[in-house]
């Protein structure tokens, strides 16, 4: 993975920053990009013909996202950011556009990728519901499709396994757990936590970067131990939070976004803030995601995925491994990989 990226304001990347780091050094071969485009091309003139032939919309997005990933996956690099240009421009887009996940992804209202508004749409949270019946008969077919993708499955599967090892440490230290979220959204993880429910939490400190999120977290987990703060990786890596130690840290779709240096430096400071026996969680969507295409042309939603492999160095690159211990799994599906570094007591 290329290493020439560089933190925005705060913490993200853009979806083309993201494209341009993952370019290999090989240039792509001359013909592939007239291929490229006349098999495009082809996928997409078919699904516009189809779509205004009401065929069934499952069946028309489910052939579109499996060319669209065998595209990206064949393709140079180079050759795929000329294709993902093209494919936004395709009329196509004003069917697909009409499914409420894929249009607020690809306008990206609060100005980056993966927002928590985002997400809500994956969970089907009641805030969605709305903008959900706002839309087209069609547009709700295609979220039908687009909700049950492969992609959102693993983050619904994400929420599940970050409340369920929340609840396991409580478990474990029941009343004096500490907790933090890095890029914590909306925290939604915290309605499927018992132990937040049973008041056996001491402290779960919500970091966000967006005042939207930070607001509604705040609003949310009123009266409870949930406490919302505003920050970002910037300011986290830059000393501007007098947070404590914790039991449990962990940072759930961020590293989707970090070139690997700055995970690097995240997953250290991170580590730093581990009491005796504490340990820190991050997920990264995984190169076997089967929706990539997709999401990278019609939801504008580019992402740098890593392996197992790609994880476990980031953390031996971090962590000494005579002071922590490093697990790694994959999810249900394989969409998204975890590794948990462990600081040993």
Known sequence: MAQSLRLDGESLVAPGEIREATRGAATPDPGDLLL????????????FRQFRSAVEPAAIIERLTVALHQMRRRFHSEVWDDIVAIAQAHPVAQFLHQDP?????????????????????????????ESIKASSVLGRAIYDYTRNASSSVAVRERRD???????????ARQGSVEVLAIASGHLREG???????????????????????????????????????????RSLLG?????????????????????????IRLTRKCLSLLKPGGSFLFANFSP??????YMETFMNWALLLRSEQDM??????????????????SGGNRSIAYCEISKLA
């Not at 076997?288 to 295409?293: L, M, N, P």
């Open 101 to 129: 996940l894929t249009r607020w992804s690809f306008d990206k209202p609060r100005g980056y990728s993966g927002d928590a508004h985002l997400l809500d749409f994956i969970y089907g949270s009641p805030e969605t519901a």
């Open 239 to 263: 000393g501007k939070h007098s947070l404590g130690t914790f039991d449990f840290v962990y940072a759930a779709g961020l590293y989707d976004y970090l070139p690997d240096p700055v995970a």
């Open 191 to 233: 309605f499927s936590s018992g132990a937040l429910e049973g008041g056996l939490i001491k402290r779960w400190v919500a970091l966000d970067q967006d005042p939207l999120s930070v607001g509604t977290v705040a609003r949310d987990f009123a009266n409870t131990s949930v406490e919302a703060v505003n920050g970002s990786v």
């Open 288 to 293: 076997e995601i089967d929706v990539d295409g």
């Open 161 to 171: 396994i970050l409340a369920r090892r929340v609840d396991e440490i409580a478990s």
């Open 36 to 47: 490229a485009k006349a098999e495009l091309a082809l996928a997409l003139d078919l699904s």
């Open 312 to 329: 476990s160095m980031i953390a031996k690159e971090s962590a000494d491994s005579a002071d922590f211990r490093i697990s790694l799994w």
